[in-house]
């Protein structure tokens, strides 16, 4: 259930943002979520339509965009394919989760600003 509190702040955020820019409407907003962040995008959606009720987000729409897991090698830089094990091939080195974890970024709002 903490996609509630997320949203929560996620409409906070972008009500600062539209009131340091006076803005007068919010049309679109992008959000990256991580594949292995924990988050359930239904429940994110649902959350997001319940709390931007009454606010300057109760019109605008909500792209969610999924960043797939992504491990590479520290020491070389070499991607490591889903499903191989997780040790790099060159260099022996384990793998590092170097997108898809557990991030959770406001990447885009589109606002009307006078």
Known sequence: MH???LVQSLVGRVEALAQERK???VHRLVVSVGELSGLDPGLFQTAYDTFRAGTICERTAMELREVPARWTCPGC???IARGEVL???ACGMPARLSAGAD???????EMEVP
Do not use: D, K, V
């Open 23 to 25: 803005a007068t409407a």
């Open 77 to 79: 830089g070499r991607e």
């Open 87 to 89: 040790t790099c091939e």
């Open 3 to 5: 996609e509630y509190s």
């Open 103 to 109: 991030e959770i970024l406001l990447e885009t709002i």
